[in-house]
């Protein structure tokens, strides 16, 4: 029972290592008898722990902790397994169809699987740091796995950021190590309790901040984002989309955890990051023609608005508003993300100018997609909703921060006006795929969407204790919101968007080349050291 | 030119601060905190896990966890290295990239006098890792290195990439099962087999066959890397 985090560590490991060796296409289907034992495994986990996370923490080689590598499981990770697991349930049917025989592409996914578990369970900053390069290697070549120009530079570019932001989370380990003599997290964070403040140790917390924001594409580090995710296959961009990019925000909070004896005031700094990087990302989705692009920068804005809430220090009611909003948006995101690739396929074209007729071609997909689009705009009984309203009522109070997620709530439902022209027009000649266990995995990443957006009280309380019985999705009042949100944006696409201004069109020319990347990386350490040292 | 201007500002702003946020350390290095290194795991290293070498005691021992994982990244550097360059790996490594001609003969006649004497030197650091500096990961990168001299050697060398790969796969999972066999006399997963009463000459054992695993893995996944660029610079 207690080495249960070691074999879901391991399983998916070995599991990829025979796929890569035997070759052979009935050995592939061990990917599934795989992810049936880890889900098991991880339910009887969650029974037998999930109530005292004291008991989970786990030596390897029974060594004193503070030595040894250690494994911790709280509540917030364990969630986290489950929608990993969850998550590669899913890409896993959706693309099993047609990589049956790709040994590669199911080898490399399923050792992600493995490494992004022990992310999520590590207490140890050392193994956090090789998890995040497995990870951040594992991704390059899953981005790259098409072997066109565009995947390469996607690619290259992905891992040299990446690899950049993660330096600087080493020097912030180095940092540590030499202050505490040891880098177990439980282990520091009990030597913080009434440690002076002193300004090492607060550029250590800067350092790790880069690392983490870099993972989970905050403002001025974004830019691998849509390039990465724009060029991957679909089922790797969901995947990309979903859960990879919630590594950083898992960090984020592991972090600012570590350093709560410290009381760093980082709630306003972040969420005005937060607030730029929602704003951003959906000013260049609405720019966009590419429907992948439009998904990935829409990513962008969404992992804007889940930092405005993770932001907030985690006894307020807005940080599970955000925490919320990471598993809506991996349901909500991944399954936008795969129906796209489903159309994609089928028209050969990835311009939303050149897609009509989808409602008329592909009934079942067309009505996931539509569910996927309520949910991220946020209508009444979809996932989106909850978790914008509990963001929304945190920040009630004070003005400003309300205008920014109202004006990204009218530029995300602006942008998907524009996206759901697809679904209209006539029926044009193409040939269509039917492929069942792609629609099944969409059907049931929507049915978890309703679900989450309707028995949001009992799981919300019974897993997190937090009591959402104010968010009411059934009057009168959200309904009139969303309709009010969806008129303006209409408004907005015929009056700005459809004319395509020259604005849009700057905009949409606007690239930002790797040069100017690293110095926004630069400039981002500067600023976290002008807020958190200098002021 | 103002680019350049600005992220000098912003650059000397930071090495100030970083200048400055230094001078901590020297507070920060005498805590009290790091006492129970000091007193418990340095003197104490050698009597637990057998190793002389506080490094290989560390790698293969207190933190077996990651350095797994650090193989693992040269394993998943391989296969993705092998994936990327867009030969396919069934087919055999015809010639060295080298024409006969332009290797200098000296360059070839020292090569063949230097390649025993670097595979002995390799096969060494690998086995003495628990003893003096060195291990599996550097011993391997050495008998890596001779091979690679190999090629220098004999132009006609075929190597057969997919076989290399598969070997190697297979030595990471024996790896793996090697280093969890203490699940049965320690009741703990990745440590070492012999329990840390065991005298060191017994408990060393063990490190000396995780050490010749590590190092033929390698030894085998940079053979394999250098073989992939080889045949793409032809």
Redesign the interface.
Known sequence: MQ?IP?YLI?IP??TA??I??FKNKHINYLALVAQLAMTILLIMYFTAYGDNPEATLFV?????A????SLYNDRLSISFMFLTIFTWWMVLIYTFNFRETDH?FL??LM?LQG?FL?FLQSNDL??LF??L??TT??V??LI??K?TGDA?RAGIYYELINVSGVLFFLLGII?LY?????INLLAIKA?LEGMED??????AYIFLMVGASVKAALFPLYTWLPKAHGVAQSGISALLSGLIVKGGLYLFIRINDMFSPANYSYSDFFFVVGGITAGIGVMFALSQKDIKQILAYHTVSQVGIMMMGLSSLPTNDLFYGGLYHVFNHALFKSLLFLGAGVIIKAYRSKKVADIRGVMRTMPVVSILMIVGMLSITGAPLFNGFISKTIIKYGIYDQEWKYWILFFVNIGTATSFIKMSQIFFGPRPMTIILKDAPQRLSMIIIAFSCVMLGTLYIPISSGYFGVDLSYITPFGLIPLYDYIATLTIGFCFYKLVIEKDVTMVRYIREFKVSFETAN?LM??Y??AL??YF??L | MTKHFIIIILLGVLLAVFTVAMQDIEVLYNTALKSYLIEGVIPRGFVETGSRNLVTAILLDYRLFDSLFEAGILLIAVSGIIWISKHDIEEKNAQFMYDKYKTPDLFVTFSRLVYPLMLTFGFYVIVNGHLSPGGGFQGGAIVASAILILYYIDHDKETNIGLIVTVEKFLYIAILLFASLSIFTRGTYFTNVFPPTASPDVQAIYLVILNIMIGFKVALGLWAIFTAFLKEGR
């Open positions: 080495f070691v391991f490991v070995i290592l025979f890569y060796v390897f080689g029974d060594w004193d503070r030595v040894g590598i590669n080898f490399f050792f490494v022990g050392f193994n090789v998890f390069e497995l290697i594992i390059t070549i790259a796995f072997k390469y940092i030499n202050s505490f003599g040891t030597g002193l300004t090492a140790l607060r550029m110095y630069i400039g350490v500067v050291v002008t040292i200098i």
